[in-house]
């Protein structure tokens, strides 16, 4: 369970979004450090400009380094790409790829980017030729609008680009060819609804392959991921989208058959006459339908997986693979505490034809911090909180079961009390001796983000 959480952690701690005073997470933790060679590259690149950049970090993805090392054009030979700003010119990022030189690192190609912040940037083979293009998401610093740009003429010719207006997006094998595919979410032409677009790559452009509406108004979307799912062999999508009063709604897609209306000067003009004089009835009406359905690859919406999530906070409950096997959960709330401080929450994967529960477990609001409780305390629990943390209470005894506080030191020692640190913040937990080691364990060992 450790490692569960840690991997969690490693995904959550960077994903950019607010934490309780507002400020970016990364203001928390000192940025990593650059390896020998990223150094080396940065150098470079600082000589090439003739000016000391200042590098930006992602805010999402499975990378947080601002220095990516990869092979582009399926050589075995390794380029670098870089975000970065100039402090001397200003404005929006820029976007560098270097490649190995004798005497160490050498600019290919360099250019002016969509925003001033990195959302998160992906490599994707999506020619089929072994060949990676760069896709970058931009942003500015108060998130407000983002930028999707997908680089199509490989490192050597980064003028060639595609640029996209999104809220989120992603990158892997949608359409099931192996080939990877884009998947954005953009508002539509009334700007009253968002659309969610499938983009495949034809010879060399990229292309609109299926297109669905989110069925709810004025929706944001603020996360998108892939999911396996029962319904289909392919990758699935997992949508979270919010309303300005925090109501978090999250969808469910696969790519797959639907059968939809034929237009009228497609179908069959034998009139009426003509049916009833040679079929049934019955038969009349099976003739009927088939004529005027046809099945089409599409985006289709999972069935009855519209998930309703309450929310009173500035940051958002994205669903996230919780224990790692590609099937995304998505958090629902039981019930909030009197005060608003703490929630009773599970997380469901809802991928499947039956929903699967995997977690339940308490959510301290404010600081965004999640801790799973044994199951079978469900229906017996009651939850409290204060300022600084809470307290989960046996319902029928009103014993208290857990006392649970975000703490600067460690204060106290005892055989009933544990500490658990996830990121900056420390919480102390004092269980009552009916709380087995077993489940003391697994509470502490999977405090986690949820921002």
């Known amino acids: 369970m450790r490692k569960i959480a840690a991997i969690i952690l490693s995904i959550l ?56 090392i990869v092979d582009l054009n399926g050589d075995g030979k390794k380029q670098a790409v870089v975000l970065y700003s100039d402090p001397n010119t200003g404005g929006n990022l820029r976007l560098a790829v270097l490649g190995q030189a004798d005497d160490g690192w050498q600019v290919i190609s360099d250019r002016e980017g969509y925003g001033t912040e990195l959302y998160k940037i992906d490599f994707a083979n999506i020619t089929g030729d072994g060949r990676k293009r760069i896709v970058v998401g931009y942003t500015f610093s108060d998130g407000s609008n983002k930028f999707l740009s997908v680089y199509l003429g490989g490192s050597e010719d980064i003028d060639n680009s595609v640029t996209y207006s999104c809220r989120d997006f992603t990158v892997g094998d949608i359409t099931g060819d192996g080939i990877s595919d884009m998947v954005y979410a953009g508002a539509s032409g009334d700007n009253r609804h968002t659309t969610i677009t499938l983009l495949t790559c034809e010879n060399g452009e990229l292309v609109q392959k299926a297109r669905a509406e989110i069925p709810f108004k004025n929706r944001k979307v603020t996360s998108i991921a892939l999911t396996k799912n029962e319904y289909s062999e392919n990758n699935g999508l997992v949508v979270d989208c919010s309303t300005p009063d925090h ?28 049916n009833r004089e040679n079929y049934p009835a019955a038969e009349e009406t099976e003739s009927a339908e088939k004529e005027n359905q046809t099945e089409e690859m599409c985006l289709v919406a999972m069935p009855n997986r519209d998930i309703a999530k309450y929310w009173n906070e500035d940051y958002n409950l994205v669903s996230i693979d919780l224990d790692m096997d590609k099937f995304y959960e998505t958090a629902g709330i039981i019930k909030t505490s009197e005060d608003g401080y703490a929630a009773l929450m599970d997380w469901t994967s809802y991928r499947c034809k039956t929903p699967v529960r995997k977690y339940l477990g308490i959510c301290r609001v404010k600081e965004g911090i999640f801790f799973p409780v ?56 004092v269980f009552s001796e009916q709380v087995s080691d077993t489940q003391r364990s697994f509470i502490t060992e999977n405090l986690t983000y949820l921002k």
């Open 374 to 429: 044994p199951v079978e305390w469900e229906n017996r629990i009651e939850i409290c909180g204060t300022e600084a943390g809470g307290n989960v209470i046996d319902a029928k005894t009103g014993e208290t079961l857990l006392d649970f506080a975000v703490v600067t030191v460690r204060d106290e020692i005892g055989d009933n009390i544990m500490y658990s640190t996830v990121g900056t913040l420390q919480v102390k937990f």
């Open 13 to 68: 701690m960077f994903t950019g979004c607010a934490v309780a005073d507002k400020n970016d997470i990364m203001n928390l933790l000192s940025s990593p450090q650059l390896s020998k060679r990223e150094s080396r590259i940065v150098a470079s690149l600082n000589e090439y400009l003739q000016s000391k950049i200042l590098l930006k970090y992602p805010k999402r993805g499975n990378s947080i380094s601002p220095v990516q």
């Open 247 to 274: 109501v978090v709604h999250t969808v469910y897609y696969y790519y797959g058959l639907s059968a939809t209306r034929q237009p009228e000067e497609t179908r069959d003009n034998t009139t009426e006459e003509e």
